[in-house]
């Protein structure tokens, strides 16, 4: 960008006297007009901006051991457990969206990962699905751990668990194997009961 500053003549004073005020003259890289420096900095003719801005220089990146979680990752959470929610409680888009009192196209876009809904509306969401806000929210880890929980809640497995690191890999296929097939048998017998009894 070409710069010049040019004396100019702006009025007579009462001595005849010219006073002189300095004014830019710039010449627009985008439609090549010179004309003065205006208030705004913008060109007069293509209304881009006179002063070109210099590419910011890139800031050197910093390593972290554990990112933190960013809000599109906390959108997309948001979303995949919303969408798992509402389709284990039958519901649909529209029938949420009506439970809610809100566009059908807003549970889409919050399913989608399009729009983050706000504190209220998770408030308000955790209500139309009949859960705890704190299910909309939780992270992989969080859901891992209540699992396991969950689990280990029932003493056979509480016990079995203790053994399983001691056991090698064909141990552990042979026991699941085992564990598998009883279980087929049971539902068997009790589908077998029911068609007697009716």
């Not at 910093?62 to 284990?88: C, F, M, Y």
């Not at 809610?100 to 990962?113: A, C, D, F, L, W």
């Amino acid at each position: 960008m070409a710069t010049t500053l040019v004396q100019m003549p702006v009025a007579k004073s009462t001595l005849g006297l010219v006073t002189a005020k300095e004014r830019e003259v710039l010449r627009c890289e985008h439609c090549l007009l010179v004309q003065f420096r205006t208030s705004n900095s913008m060109c007069r003719r293509c209304h881009k901006p006179l002063d070109v801005e210099e590419a910011p220089t890139p800031i050197e990146a910093i390593t972290v051991s554990e990112a933190p979680v960013s809000n599109t990752d906390a959108g997309l959470r948001v979303a995949a457990q919303v969408k798992e929610i509402r389709k284990a409680r039958h519901l649909s888009q529209r029938q949420l969206a009506g439970r809610m009192q809100v566009p059908r196209t807003y549970i889409s876009k919050i399913e989608n990962g399009k729009a983050i809904p706000t504190l209220g509306s998770l408030e308000r969401l955790a209500a139309a699905l009949e859960v705890d806000i704190c299910q909309l929210v939780r992270d992989g880890r969080s859901q891992r751990d209540e699992e396991m929980a969950e689990i280990f809640a029932d003493p056979f497995l509480a016990e079995l668990a203790q053994y399983l690191p001691k056991l090698e890999a064909l141990q552990r296929s042979l026991l699941l194997n085992h564990a598998r097939d009883r279980a087929r048998d049971a539902m068997r017998e009790m589908s077998m009961g029911k068609r007697r009894s009716a």
